[in-house]
């Protein structure tokens, strides 16, 4: 599986994780309430 870097930013005034990752692809981002479940997401939507 390959390795890619993402880069994790908290909005605090939008209570939101943002994932970003010009290494998976440009203008790829995730978003979630959650830090957890960002993670998890990331992992799922990261191509193999």
Not at 27 to 33: D, K, P, T
């Amino acid at each position: 599986m390959p390795e890619y870097q993402i880069d994790l930013i908290s909005d605090h005034k939008a209570a939101v994780w943002i994932a970003t990752s010009q290494a998976i692809a440009e203008n790829w981002f995730l978003e979630s309430g959650f830090l957890g479940a960002l993670i998890e997401r990331a992992r799922f939507a990261a191509p193999e």
